[in-house]
């Protein structure tokens, strides 16, 4: 398996947009949950992170960053199909916010496998720019997507959160295309 360069910088940019773009969303759809809720959630966050620690040396292949890769992907489109077809349950906020909390778990190990696999500062910049420059451009589209849905009179925000993830479903399914295209078997 290889790591391409540029394929790999689009996919970083159009990841960082969808995380942009979802930001705001968030605090809608946790609003049901109670706040112990949270406390609970970051300590499982916190031992998930220290468990993916313990095991950095088995996971330090590109093979397996792949692997994890696509699974943070895989569960983003989960939540998204599962959030389009249950918006309005509790469960559904509890489920979204489990899927951050994983995906968050994935995000220390991937984070830190980007920086082995890239080795050399300059690519590491690239890296960073085309996540920087896709979580701008995110917040920027879903700030002109919801003024634009108030406009033409959608002020319910849950109604407004449920319109952005029709848009980020296509979103998330181009971006595990690009996770595809960035990494090729030899």
């Known amino acids: 398996m290889k790591l391409h360069f540029h394929p790999y910088l689009r996919y970083k940019f159009l990841n960082s947009l969808f995380t942009g773009m979802v930001g705001g969303s968030v605090f809608t759809i946790y609003g049901s949950l109670s706040p112990s809720t949270f406390s609970v959630g970051g300590i499982i966050l916190a031992l998930g992170l ?41 469960l559904t906020a509890l489920i979204v916010y489990g899927a951050y909390q994983l995906s968050f778990m994935f995000g220390g190990y991937l984070v830190r496998a980007e920086t082995h696999f890239a080795r050399k500062a300059r690519i590491m910049g690239w890296i960073d720019i085309a996540k920087q420059q896709g979580y701008l451009t995110g917040l920027l589209l879903s700030y002109g997507f919801y003024k634009a849905l108030e406009h033409y009179g959608s002020a319910d925000a849950k109604v407004q959160v449920f319109a952005l993830h029709m848009v980020l479903l296509p979103l998330e399914l181009a971006i595990i295309m690009l996770l595809f295209g960035a990494f090729r078997v030899k």
Do not use: C, N
């Open 50 to 90: 220290m468990g993916m620690a313990y095991v950095y040396h088995h996971l330090m292949t590109l093979k397996r960053f792949f692997i994890l890769s696509f699974s943070a992907e895989a569960v983003m489109l989960l939540m998204i199909g599962y959030f389009l077809i249950f918006p309005k349950y509790q």
